[in-house]
């Protein structure tokens, strides 16, 4: 089947029933997007799947087929990178590629958002860490 | 395993539409299949007024302001962002318990075993905090659908690719002679959700954190004239319509609290309405 992610058109051979995120890990080596708990509870695997967060470890890449996939990889010029960067918004950093991910989704569609805006849009991205005050703050200050 | 793309309402295989609930259950191997059918090209996803197409996204619903509150808001504090862009609303109200004894295969009476089905509920007797105070004496899973109180509450009907019928019908009790919990038949799809106007309504939900969880206690409530009805989440193994009082609930050892929970949740719904 055809994949496309990033712009870029894939060859992907997996079995039904493979999930996006080993596709786009093992078969095309985009380790941005993390696998952690691998059951749709975390968010670390969030990916865009037609500009709308999915989570890709319960996604089958079958699913998929014809639509336009955004990783992190996709994400590397923009803006909110440097907000994580500049709120210091991560310990550990698993979560952030997931975290970025919704993050941007939602500034994409609400460019200066409320805190109540940045919690419910945020809510399905859970950092052990507990790094949450600095993730909200790069979202509100990403624009700089 | 193989995957098809439905091209008509009837197909041989397991549908799978957001697939927030069958990919997981299909992963744990709770769910077994060798042909799964993309459903999402063959049920609908508009909204209108009074009407909604079983394959609009719990996300779509949130947002849009056509929708009654109580739907609105049950949709709204369900799951996560990411599972409300993929889950749909037929496929929410279709999900399995989360309890945590049958998510794990214990061989409860719910699940199949060698010789027919598991004959002990394992949650009577052990962990139990987040399980069933009403109708629990054979199965204390407790139904973790927000959306289905809310159509519960609205009287909601649903029209599937056999039949018509109130979405009160479409659950049922598990016994020891028949262990669904739901009554559409292998091949049924849900295509359409139909309610009338009512005049208020109103969710609230007790949950572990204050977003992202399934609810401990969701309370429904919607109002036509004098006439209210009151439905709960979290509290039976199917969406429970109220009668009376909290009075009749049988409650095990360790979820007791359930029962003040859905009680003052229950006053606060009659309150905001109006009832």
């Not at chain 1, 991910?101 to 609400?110: F, I, N, P, R, Y």
């Not at chain 2, 993309?38 to 909604?52: E, F, L, Q, S, W």
């Not at chain 2, 009403?134 to 599937?160: E, G, W």
Request: charged share 25%; proline share 5%.
């Amino acid at each position: 089947m055809q994949l496309t992610v990033n712009g870029h058109q894939y060859e992907v051979h997996g079995e039904v029933g493979t999930t996006l995120a080993e596709a786009l890990r093992e078969e095309l080596s985009l380790t941005g997007t993390k696998i952690a708990c691998g059951e749709g509870h975390c968010g670390a695997c969030t990916v865009l799947v037609d500009d709308e967060p999915v989570l890709s470890c319960i996604t089958l890449v079958h699913a998929v087929d014809g639509a336009r996939v955004t990783t992190i990889e996709g994400l590397r010029d923009h803006p909110m990178i440097d907000a994580f960067v500049r709120s210091d918004a991560l310990q550990c950093g698993f979560c952030t590629p997931g975290q970025i991910v919704s993050a941007v989704a939602l500034v994409e569609s609400e460019p200066a958002p409320t805190t109540e805006q940045i919690r419910h849009a945020m809510a399905g991205n859970l950092c052990r860490c507990g790094a949450y005050p600095k993730i909200e703050e790069a979202i509100r200050t990403w624009q700089g | 395993m193989e995957l098809r793309r439905a091209s008509s309402t009837t197909f041989d295989g397991l549908p799978v539409h957001g697939g927030t609930e069958v990919v997981p259950l299909l992963r744990a191997g709770l769910l077994r299949t060798d042909t799964l059918v993309d459903i999402r090209g063959v049920v609908p996803r508009d909204i209108a007024p009074g009407r909604i197409g079983a394959g609009a996204t719990l996300a779509q619903l949130e947002c849009d302001p056509g929708i009654p509150e109580v739907l609105r808001e049950a949709c709204r504090l369900a799951a996560s962002p990411q599972l409300r862009n993929m889950g749909s609303l037929a496929g929410n109200l279709l999900q399995s318990t989360r309890c945590w004894y049958w998510r794990l295969g214990w061989p409860c009476r719910l699940h199949r075993v060698a010789n027919g089905y598991g004959d002990e509920c394992f949650a009577r007797d052990g962990e139990h905090r987040e399980h069933a105070i009403f109708a629990n004496d054979y199965c204390a899973s407790a139904h973790p659908s927000d959306v289905a109180a809310a159509l519960l509450a609205l009287d909601a009907r649903l029209r599937t690719t056999a039949r018509e019928l109130p979405v009160a019908e479409l659950y049922r009790l598990p016994t020891e002679a028949d262990r669904r919990t739901t009554t559409l038949e292998p091949g049924e799809v849900i295509l359409e959700v139909t309610f009338d106007e009512c005049d208020q309504s109103v969710y609230l939900k007790a949950m572990e954190r204050k977003r992202w969880a399934f609810p401990l206690v969701g309370v429904a409530a919607a109002r036509r004239g004098a006439k209210t009805r009151v439905a709960l989440a979290g509290v039976a193994p199917v969406p429970w319509l109220l009668s009376g009082e909290l009075d009749s609930a049988t409650p095990l050892p360790r979820n007791a609290y359930k029962v003040d929970v859905a009680r003052a949740l229950v006053k606060r719904a009659r309150a905001t309405i109006g009832a």
